[in-house]
């Protein structure tokens, strides 16, 4: 399936979401802080970020959530869109995607925009599941924002697929997700299964992150699986090579997006003038272009699994 004319405004859309939602974030997060206590906390967060490099995993809440959502969402949202767009077909009924680690919901926004590019599509649900409620939350009001710019923008076809995947996804911890009487439910009816795993696995969450996605895989039974890593391709081959059936895959992304994320990029800078322009790791990573395929996607791990399964 090509890239239509929606692309381009699509990502506009999502980039101006992004900037708005760190916008009011920003003011939530420093309404009780000073600014000196705020550039501390900036550079605390910058510091937790840059150990993803070395296989360390943030906690990702308050300024580390934010900073991650300005930073590594467009990249994540181009890697989801750029590996899904070739499983994706003009029709599904209903596909059923469960995302592991989702995050802000990239996964989430990418099937949005690849929808919206289809002819028809049948339902469409994602169930996000991860351990931090500042992530879901950010999640959340970007998916909010995201269609609001979608139908400012007159976007009408994305914006219609927006509204109708609202009824059916959410976000979530993993208690609350086995829990929910959503999930039974959707068990029930036919239909396509998905598991995504998309940047996820850690060294210091394996033997955790491992145990949950065999549960959830055997509670999903996806007919798809994706799991990707920008550094960690030990750990995702380890996890998707393991005896379940079907056909593996090791692929590269292909870049499909290219180009500066200009109204997060000037937000970002704008936040670096606030602090007063520190030097060091705050200024290198706060006035740096943000890019839909900055570090470039087609150098991540991708591995894949499929098999037939009934519809």
């Keep these: 399936m090509g890239d239509s004319q929606l692309t381009v405004p699509a990502l506009s859309a999502l980039d101006r979401a992004i900037a708005k939602v760190a916008e009011t974030e920003c003011a939530c997060l420093s309404a009780d802080s000073t600014s000196e206590e705020r550039a501390k906390l900036v550079e605390c967060a910058l510091e937790s970020l840059d ?75 994602v169930r996000g599941i991860d351990r931090s409620r500042a992530m879901r939350r950010l999640g959340k009001k970007l998916w909010t924002a995201f269609l609001a710019e979608a139908m400012d923008s007159g976007l009408d076809r994305l914006s219609a697929v927006i509204n109708a995947m609202n009824r059916s996804c959410s976000a979530s911890d993993y208690p609350t997700w086995v829990a929910s009487s959503d999930r039974r439910d959707e068990e029930s009816v036919g239909g396509l299964s998905w598991l995504t795993a998309v940047h996820a696995v850690y060294e210091d969450n394996w033997v955790e992150f491992e145990e949950l996605y065999y549960d ?85 791990v991708v591995r894949e699994r499929s098999r037939s399964q009934a519809r």
């Design 51 to 125: 150990g993803l490099a070395s296989r360390k995993r943030p906690a990702y809440n308050g300024w580390e959530a934010l900073l991650y959502l300005t930073w590594y969402q467009p990249r994540q949202v181009h890697l989801a869109y750029s590996v899904l767009r070739r499983r994706f077909h003009d029709y599904y009924g209903p596909l059923r995607v469960v995302d592991l680690g989702c995050g802000a919901g990239a996964v989430q926004v990418a099937l949005a925009i690849l929808a919206a590019q289809a002819p028809f599509v049948g339902e469409i649900s």
């Design 216 to 300: 959830v895989h055997d509670r999903v039974n996806p007919c798809y699986e994706l799991v990707t890593s920008r550094t960690k391709g030990d750990l995702v081959r380890a996890l998707v090579s393991q005896p379940r059936g079907g056909r593996l895959a090791s692929d590269r992304a292909v870049p499909c997006w290219h180009g500066v994320v200009a109204k997060t990029t000037e937000w970002r800078r704008a936040l670096a003038d606030a602090l007063g322009s520190p030097d060091g790791l705050t200024s290198r990573y706060l006035r740096n272009e943000v890019g839909w395929n900055k570090k470039p996607i087609g150098g991540d």
